[in-house]
C-alpha cells in the first residue's frame, strides 16, 4: 500500500525513462536463483508431459471443474493453502515472511472448446498440435512448474504468492473479476496468458452487446408496408458501419458478428438481432461510441415502429492509450519484465511493451492494480482447431513466471520492491 502511494506522488516519467527496474543480470548468478533455473530445465520434460495431460481434460468456460481439480491436487501436493471459490477459481497461496507485497500469478484454466472436442495432443517436431494446447493449457503447466521450482529450493519471499486458476476468463474475466471483488487488493497482478512478446501493461476495453428489433411478423401476401424487423436491422448496421473512427486516441475497430433471425421463407420474422464487438484501449472514445451505436441502433427500430431492446453480454473497461498510462509503463513490475525478457532472449518484435492486453490482467488495470500480462509460449491460431504451440519455448514462459516471482516477491538476493 505504501509502496502505491510513494509511487502516485511521483511525476511522470517519459516512455524513453526506464530506469526503474529491480532487475539486475546478478539475479540469476546467485546461486539459489540459478539452481532453480537448473531445476526449471531439467524437470522441463515433466513439464511438458503435464501440460499436455491438463490440455486434454475438457474445460470448456463454466464446465472446467476437472481442470480446477487436477490444479487443486498439485498445489495441494506442494503444500499450498488451497481454496476453491464458488465461482470455480482455485487459488493456492505460497506464504511469504511479511514486509512485502503479495504477488498474483493468475492462469486461467478455461478453453473456448465445447465439451467434446478432441483435445487429443499431437507432437509434430517442436509443435504441439490440439485445441487450448496454447491458450491457456500452456500458462497453466508454466505455474505449477514454478510452484514446484520455488519449493523445490525452498525459497523464501516477503510477500505471499498467490497462484490462481482462473475460471471463465473466456466468458469475460468473468473468475478473476470476481476475485478481485471479494479479496484484499493484492500489490501486483501477472495474468499468464497470450504468446511470447511484448509485456501487455494495458487493458483493451470490449463490449459484446446484442441489439433486438421485434414485431407482431406477418405473412409475406399482407406484408407490405408492414414493420419489419429485417429491415430496421439491416438500416442499423448500416448506419452503425457509417461512424467515423477517429484516428489516433488509442483507435476503436468494431464488427457485427452476428445476425439471427426468421425460420421460414413466406413472413415477416417476429425477430431479428445482431451482435456488435466493439473493442479500443480509450474508454472515453470506447463510451462515446458504444452511445453513438445505441443510437443509431434505436434510430432503425423507431423508423420501422418496432419494439427494440439490447443485452449487455460483456463491458470489460478499457485501462487507457499509450499517453494515458505512461506511468504505469514506468512501473517497476512493467519495466522488470521487459528486462527478465531481454535477458532471456524472448522475440519481442522491437515493442517491448504494449499498453494493450485482453486477458484477466484487465480485470486489475482498470482498478488501478499494478497488473501485467505475459506470454506462455510461442503458438498461434488460439480459439480455434487448429491451435498449435511451440512447447521449447515454454521453458521461456517458466523461467520468465519464476524470475518475477523472485523479483517482485521480493526473494533474497533477488532484488524485491523497495517497500520499507
Ligand atoms: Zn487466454
Redesign the pocket.
Same mark, same amino acid.
Given at each position: 500500500m505504501r509502496l502505491l502511494a510513494v509511487l502516485a506522488l511521483l511525476p511522470s516519467l517519459a516512455v524513453a525513462q526506464p530506469t526503474r527496474t529491480i532487475w539486475s543480470a546478478d539475479v540469476p548468478k546467485q546461486q539459489q536463483v540459478a539452481r532453480m533455473l537448473t531445476w526449471l530445465e531439467q524437470n522441463f520434460p515433466r513439464q511438458v508431459e503435464e501440460w499436455i495431460r491438463i490440455a486434454e481434460i475438457q474445460g470448456k468456460s463454466e464446465h472446467e471443474q476437472e481442470r480446477g481439480q487436477y490444479v487443486r491436487g498439485v498445489m495441494e501436493q506442494e503444500g499450498l493453502a488451497v481454496t476453491v471459490d464458488s465461482i470455480g477459481n482455485v487459488i493456492g497461496v505460497r506464504k511469504g515472511r511479511g514486509g512485502g507485497p503479495s504477488v498474483v500469478f493468475a492462469a486461467?484454466i478455461d478453453i473456448v472448446h465445447p465439451l467434446g472436442t478432441d483435445l487429443r495432443v499431437r507432437r509434430n517436431g517442436d509443435t504441439l498440435h490440439a485445441p487450448g494446447i496454447f491458450?491457456?493449457s500452456a500458462s497453466v503447466a508454466n505455474m505449477l512448474a514454478v510452484i514446484r521450482a520455488l519449493n523445490a529450493a525452498k525459497v523464501e519471499t516477503r510477500g505471499d504468492l498467490i497462484f490462481i486458476g482462473t475460471a471463465q @476468463? @473466456?466468458l469475460g474475466l468473468r473468475g478473476m473479476t470476481y476475485w478481485l471483488e471479494h479479496n484484499p487488493k493484492p500489490g501486483f497482478v501477472v495474468a499468464m496468458?497470450g504468446g511470447l512478446g511484448p509485456i501487455n501493461y494495458g487493458a483493451l476495453g470490449i463490449y459484446w452487446t446484442k441489439y433486438f428489433y421485434r414485431g407482431q411478423g406477418s405473412h409475406t401476401n399482407t406484408s407490405a408496408g408492414k414493420p419489419h424487423p429485417a429491415r430496421a436491422a439491416a438500416a442499423a448496421i448500416q448506419r452503425i458501419y457509417e461512424i467515423p473512427i477517429p484516428t489516433g486516441q488509442g483507435g476503436a475497430v468494431y464488427n457485427v458478428g452476428q445476425i439471427h433471425g426468421g425460420s421460414i421463407f413466406n413472413g415477416i420474422p417476429e425477430e431479428v438481432w445482431f451482435s456488435v464487438d466493439l473493442r479500443s484501449v480509450n474508454p472515453t472514445l470506447l463510451d462515446s461510441l458504444d452511445g453513438e451505436i445505441d443510437k443509431r441502433a434505436r434510430q432503425a427500430a423507431a423508423d420501422q415502429k418496432l419494439t427494440f431492446a439490447k443485452e449487455v453480454v460483456n463491458h470489460e473497461r478499457a485501462g487507457g492509450t499509450e499517453e494515458m498510462l505512461r506511468e504505469r509503463r514506468a512501473h517497476p513490475l512493467v519495466q522488470t519484465a521487459i528486462d527478465i525478457q531481454a535477458w532471456l532472449g524472448v522475440q519481442t518484435g522491437g515493442r517491448d511493451a504494449l499498453a494493450t492486453g485482453s486477458?484477466d490482467s484487465n480485470a486489475a488495470v482498470i482498478r488501478g492494480i499494478p497488473s501485467i500480462a505475459i506470454g506462455r509460449s510461442y503458438g498461434g491460431d488460439q480459439h480455434t482447431l487448429r491451435e498449435w504451440a511451440h512447447w521449447p519455448s515454454a521453458l521461456l514462459g517458466a523461467k520468465l513466471t519464476l524470475l518475477l516471482a523472485l523479483t517482485m516477491g521480493g526473494a533474497a538476493g533477488a532484488g524485491g520492491v523497495p517497500v520499507q
Open positions: 486461467h491458450d491457456n @476468463e @473466456e496468458d486477458t
